[in-house]
């Protein structure tokens, strides 16, 4: 199947402070990226779908102004977390698909985000 | 996508089959079922997925119902490596649409 990659792994940082994840395809591109948080002993729960060169639609109750997602290339999609505070401690997992992975979701490790 | 249902958690003895049901009785026509499962502090990972014939890999085998109502997904011969989340989802596939996971099952396997 193909490959997606995180970066970081994980991360930590102060309460007020924005945090950058990115997401790659590392070998097809990836017209469309989604974005998942999950807490503790929970499901996977959408945060939105950004498809590259356009604007990220975001679910019902996420903040696009604290949740900004950038999708500038087929290959690379960004979270940034804006102004985090602990309750934005979380497990943040990226997908990706497009037409030559025959537009299945491949998804990335994960990156745990850890606000103090 | 249609909703699935599936037990909330499972134990199975290793080397043991471990077979883990799902309800998906709203499918559509053009619905397949998928299974992911995610392993601790890790994404999901892709498993198999079938219209409605049995499906096997590597991984597992995929056994729907001919009303297509339900499924079963089996692991032939569970290690502790199998101790995860399985995802059980209905949804077009070859389609970049959204995935919406539910609560999945536990399955811890048992030395």
């Known amino acids: 199947g193909a490959v997606v990659s995180q970066h970081p792994s994980w991360v930590i940082c102060k309460s007020g402070t924005s945090v950058k994840i990115e997401c790659r395809s590392l070998?097809?591109?990836?017209?469309?990226m989604f974005w998942y948080r999950q807490f503790p002993k929970q499901s996977l729960m959408l945060m939105a779908t950004?498809?590259?060169?356009?604007?990220?639609?975001?679910e019902q109750g996420v903040e696009k102004d604290k949740f900004l997602i950038n999708h500038a290339s087929l290959t690379l999609s960004t979270l940034t977390v804006t102004s985090a505070h602990p309750e934005d401690s979380s497990f943040y997992i990226c997908?990706?698909?497009?037409?030559?992975?025959?537009?299945?979701?491949?998804f990335g490790p994960g990156t745990r985000l850890t606000v103090l | 996508d249609a909703k699935t249902t599936q037990p909330t958690s499972m134990d199975c003895a290793e080397g043991r089959a471990a077979n883990l049901p799902c309800n998906h009785s709203?499918?559509?026509?053009?619905?397949?079922v998928y299974w992911y499962r995610q392993i601790h502090s890790q994404g999901p990972q892709y498993i198999i997925h079938?219209?409605?014939n049995n499906e096997t890999n590597e991984m597992a085998s995929l056994i729907i119902t001919e009303d297509r109502k339900s499924s079963t997904l089996i692991l032939p011969h569970a290690t502790l490596r199998d101790t995860a989340v399985y995802y059980c989802?209905?949804?077009?596939?070859?389609?970049?649409?959204?995935?919406?996971f539910g609560k999945g099952t536990r399955l811890h396997i048992l030395p």
């Open positions: 070998d097809f591109q990836a017209t469309t």
């Open positions: 950004s498809n590259e060169g356009s604007k990220a639609t975001y």
């Open positions: 997908s990706a698909s497009g037409l030559a992975a025959y537009n299945e979701q491949f």
């Open positions: 079938g219209l409605k």
């Open positions: 989802i209905v949804r077009v596939a070859n389609r970049d649409d959204k995935i919406i």
């Open positions: 709203t499918i559509s026509g053009n619905e397949y």
